[in-house]
Each structure stands twice: as C-alpha cells, then as structure tokens.
C-alpha cells in the first residue's frame, strides 16, 4: 500500500529522526537520492548540463547538494539562485567547491506564496523568531536554513495564472531508472505511470504571462539544460509560483525534476492556487505527501519516486492517504469456498432505471453481476430489458421490501425523481443491510440527511456536481479542493463517501482517506457510474466494509477500463468496462 503524511507530521518525524544523526545527514541523505535519480533520467552524466532552480528553503539546499553531486561526475551544473541571500550556505559551497557555476536573479525574494514554518534560521543555526528551525539540515555560516521554507519577503504569492494545459512533455525516460507502465498512475515501486520527458520536447510550459525579466545569463543557463531541477519551494509553501520563478520555468527545455513536490502545490491537499511547475519526474523523500497523489497537484508531479531516508520508525502507524496497490486488493476480494452457494455468497439487490433510463438498470446489474456476488435481485420498472440482456437476474416489480432477501441494496442510476423513486430510496433506507446510493438517489436524499442512524453502513457516490450540491458549495470549489470536500461530505452524512473524478477518493469517519491509483480519462463516459455502483454494492453482498468495498470497486473499475483502452488508448463504452471486469479480477489474483 502506497501512504502519505502531512507536512505536519513529516516535519515532526524529521525533526524526531535529526536528533539522532549528526548534523546535515538528512540532508545529505536526500540529496544522494535525488543526485542518483537525476542521473537516471539524464543516463549519461558527463558532459551534460543541469540547472538548479534554488529557493532559501531545504529543497533548494537538496538541489544544490545534489548539483554538487553530479559536478563531481563531470556535469556542467548552474545554480539560479532566486533569493540569493537565503539560499543555503552549505549547499551552496559545495557546489562551488565541486566546480559549479552560480547565476542570480534579480535581488528580491521569489518562490511560491508564504513559505510554512517558523521563521529563517540565522547563520549559526538559531531560528529567528519562529522557534526551533525546522527541516532536514540545519543552517551554516553563509546561508539560512529554513523550516521548508521560511516566508519571503512580499508575504502572498503574486500571480494568479496556472502553466498551460499539455505542459507535460512526452518522451521515454522514467523516473526509476527504466520504462514506467502505461497507464497514468503510479507504480508500485514507487515509479510512476508513462514514463518522463527528455531534450527539447519539454519545451511547452506555458507559464502565465507577468513579472520581471530574468536575469539574462540565468534564463539561458536554464534553457540550454538538459535536466532542471525544481528547488523553488519546499512542502509549507502555500500560492502560486512568483513572477522571477514563472519566468525561469517557461525557459525550461529538458527535463523538469521537481524536488520532493513541484513548486505551487500544496503538499497537504493536492491544490493548486495559481501557477505552479508542472514536472516531468518528483523526487520525494521519506513518504508521499497527500498533494503529489491527488489531483489536481498530481497532475503536476509527473512519474514519482520516493526515496528512503529513515522516516518509517518515526511515522505514526495511521497515514493521512492510503493509495491500495494490487497486493492489497487481491487480499480484500471475496473467494467462494466449497460448500458456498449463491445465498452464501450473497445477494445483492439493484433498485435502478426508469421508464426514461433502462439501460442504468441493466449497467448497474451488469457491474454487480461481476462483483462477486451469488444473485443479483432487480427490483424497477425496466425488468424486462434487464432480463432480456441478463437471464440469470432475479426481478420483482416492488416495492424493495417486498423483494425478497438481500444482503445490500444499490439504489439511484437512472431511477427519476418521481413518488415512486422517492418512495424506493425510503424503502431502501429503512433496511438493515449495507446500502449505495447513487445518481438521482443521491438528489432525492434530503438535506442533511444523518445516516449514522442506519443500523447498516452507507456509501454515497457523488460525482463532483452531485457532491457540490450536497454540500451547498460550487462545484469549482469541489474540483478545486476534493480531498476537504470528499472528508466533509463523510462527516456531514456519517456515510462512507467515494468521490468521483480525476482522482477518485473514499473517505469514511476517523479514517485514512483512500486515493485510487487507477483509472483513465476514457472512463468519463455515460454509465460508468452505473457499472461502478453495481460492482461495489456486490463486494458489499459479499461481506467486505464499506470503505473496502468502495476503494476495491474503484480499483477494479479503473483497471478494467485501462484493460478496455490498452494499449494507446481508445474511446470505450460503460458496458465495455464491465465486461473486463472478469478478466480484471483474474489478472489482480494473478
């Protein structure tokens, strides 16, 4: 399982883990790894030439050690110091001593926003009136330290623009070393999908348009670069990139390597308030951090390595996000035994459609006919479609009570809003079984609904519009922030919640939020919702909780569609994804 911590608790566990090294070792640490993945992705390390885009934070002190790092081995390297007078003075002189080159830009502060925690560190290492310093190194004669960060001068971030979409280059090298898989989504070794970007065809960055000019002989060091690595802003920065910084991301021609998050994001919720670096690869280091996995800040880290600094003994045992990676999901899926029937295994019963939507019915069926499972109870007026498509379905007009046994019920796809949907959506309610409820189910469910009063457990599925309305927000605020938004939805309904969209998260009570890492584009399509609510509420049938039955649906439903899709991508249909299903499950147990 793939986990992430809050700035907050990252920072704590640094600070737990440097009281038992000596001085500047974690830093050193990080700074190794992120020289060893650099020259990964250059291949060839001689004679070629890397940037350095520093700000007065650790990440710029990673960066410059790891300059330092690959001068050693005959890489021309320039730093671009973008508040020269924080930059860190450690790293900075063992750039020096390694034979690297330094340029400035202008004389003013530039970065992301106000920087997070305390204040900068005085040369000799006492924090300035922010408490104890913070972070993986401490501050030396020459150069401050800060807590990730330390506010610049100017305090909030200027800009307001975002880089242009397709700024992501396309290329081959991939950010562990070798080819990424297809997909779009983070390996299990820490590698992320698709691979990184190299040479000139980096070039579209297309940062918002604003600020001074660069500083000339700083601009072209970056341009001609075949690597740049981004060491703007650490994980407490908070806004959009500066003007100086915006600048100097546009120049860049080779690849981007973003240093531990790209410069922008915010670590803790995956947004992104203006412009910010979108990076072909991000080294992280010690854990992810929530924002590299959700968009749309994931969108900007490119593929992902993690590198091991010595945090794990020092991390609390709950995470803030939990990412399930094949291994997981193949323990949680239900197996029949010998002595099981179709009872055993459980019945899951679909209440969906309308005279105006049929085919919700028969996709919510066809997803909970491959969901594990024994039956599948239908209960609606599109009985005789359902039928027609799947034989083996069990009908009943209605209402749901009168049915027949269950062990969950899904309610909502295509089901109208209507008396008689209304009166279904009650009907269900009131039973003492697990119970979805999706699509026009979820408009029909009254305001303020507390469905901790249910003796079973409740799983909403919203798309983001859906969740904008049960939260009385827009629906930009929901995109803009959908780890806040999906996190109150599960207070305010008591209900486990499986947001959907880019980034699809499952939230439940005192819990480990939950991101899925599957999934592609082509399953923004009418239906797949159907399909997806049908498969979970099978897995509920079978036994599984709630919050595993949700994120092991949405796991299976993204994988299928990349089976569907593979290999250069294609437009799929809903009904598509569930018949992949199947062989989807096959291939995780494999």
């Not at 070629?48 to 330092?68: E, Q």
């Not at 990730?148 to 700024?167: F, H, I, P, Q, V």
């Not at 070798?178 to 390996?187: E, K």
């Not at 981004?230 to 860049?252: F, Q, Y």
């Amino acid at each position: 399982m793939r986990i992430a911590y809050s700035v907050e608790t990252v920072r704590a566990a640094e600070r737990e883990l440097m009281a038992r090294l000596p001085q500047g070792a974690l830093m050193q640490r990080a700074a190794a790894g992120l020289a060893a993945a650099c020259a990964d992705l250059l291949g060839r390390v001689y004679g070629s030439r890397v940037a350095l885009l520093v700000g007065s934070g650790d990440n710029g002190g990673d960066a410059l050690y790891a300059g330092a790092r690959l001068a050693r081995r005959g890489a021309g390297v320039t730093a671009v110091l973008l508040n020269p007078d924080r930059a860190h003075g450690g790293g900075l002189a063992a750039l020096r001593a390694a034979g690297g080159r330094v340029a400035t830009v202008g004389g003013g502060a530039a970065g992301a926003g106000a920087a997070g925690g305390g204040g900068a560190a005085a040369s000799g290492g006492a924090a300035a009136s922010g408490g104890p310093m913070a972070g993986r190194g401490p501050a030396t004669a020459g150069g401050a330290a800060t807590a990730g960060g330390a506010a610049t001068a100017g305090g909030a971030a200027a800009g307001s623009g975002r880089m242009a979409a397709g700024g992501t280059a396309a290329g081959s090298a991939a950010a562990a070393g070798g080819a990424a898989p297809s997909g779009g989504q983070a390996a299990g070794g820490g590698q992320a999908a698709g691979g990184v970007a190299s040479g000139s065809a980096a070039a579209d960055r297309g940062l918002t348009d604003g600020g001074s000019e660069a500083n000339g002989d700083a601009e072209a060091a970056v341009a001609r670069a075949d690597l740049v690595i981004d060491g703007i802003v650490g994980i407490g920065g908070k806004g959009g990139l500066r003007p100086d910084a915006e600048r100097l991301v546009r120049a860049v021609r080779g690849i981007l390597v973003a240093v531990d998050l790209p410069s922008g994001v915010d670590a803790d919720t995956g947004e992104v308030r203006g412009s910010a670096v979108r990076a072909d690869a991000t080294i992280t280091f010690g854990t992810y951090k929530p924002g590299l996995l959700i968009d749309p800040a994931h969108t900007h880290a490119g593929a992902l390595r993690l590198i091991d600094i010595g945090l794990d003994a020092h991390l609390p045992a709950d995470p803030d996000l939990e990412a399930l990676q094949h291994e997981d999901v193949a323990a949680l899926l239900p197996r029949p035994s010998a002595e099981s029937d179709k009872y055993r295994r459980g019945v899951v019963g679909v209440v969906a459609g309308s005279a105006r939507y049929p085919g919700a019915a028969v996709l919510a069926v066809s997803g909970a006919l491959r969901g594990g499972a024994g039956a599948v109870r239908y209960v609606g007026p599109a009985a005789d479609t359902v039928i027609a498509r799947f034989p083996e379905t069990l009908v009943h007009s209605g209402p749901p009570a009168k049915a027949g046994r269950v062990q969950s019920w899904v309610v909502g796809p295509g089901l109208g809003d209507g008396a008689a949907a209304k009166h279904s959506l009650e009907d269900v309610l009131a039973s003492d079984v697990p119970v979805l409820v999706d699509a026009d189910g979820l408009h029909l469910l009254p305001a303020g609904s507390d469905l901790r009063k249910r003796e079973a457990a409740t799983v909403l599925t919203p798309h983001a519009g859906e969740a904008a309305a049960l939260l009385g927000v827009s629906r930009e605020e929901v995109e803009a922030g959908r780890l806040a938004a999906v996190r109150a939805l599960a207070e305010r309904y008591g209900a486990t919640v499986l947001l959907k969209g880019s980034t699809t998260l499952v939230a439940a009570e005192h819990q480990p939020v939950r991101v899925n890492p599957t999934g592609v584009g082509w399953l923004a399509t009418a239906g797949s919702g159907d399909v997806l609510s049908g498969l979970i509420g099978s897995l509920l049938a079978t036994g599984l909780p709630a919050r595993d039955a949700a994120s092991t649906g949405a796991y299976l439903h993204g994988l299928a569609a990349r089976r569907t899709t593979a290999p250069h991508g294609a437009p799929i249909a809903a009904y598509d994804v569930s018949t992949a299903l199947t062989d989807t499950w096959r291939d995780v147990l494999a």
